[in-house]
């Protein structure tokens, strides 16, 4: 049975734009309106304010009580 490797984010950063982030070396980048749309209705200061889970699989944005699991974000958005 194939074994899947878990998508784990090593960084993350919120531009005006998009959420990126750095996976495997590789970033990918991901419109807020692609995230959720908390995320989308959300203001610029309150996607700063995103933080990257411990063992990096999860993102959790505390002021507007959103979390987002890393890899069906990423797989979703990857070119």
Known sequence: MPTTKPVIAESIEATDK?????????DVRISWDQCSPRLADATPQQRAEAELSPG????????????LAVGPLVSANRG
């Open 56 to 67: 990096g699989y999860g993102i959790h944005w505390p002021t507007i009580d959103e979390d």
């Open 18 to 26: 998009e959420l990126i982030i750095r996976v495997a070396g590789e």
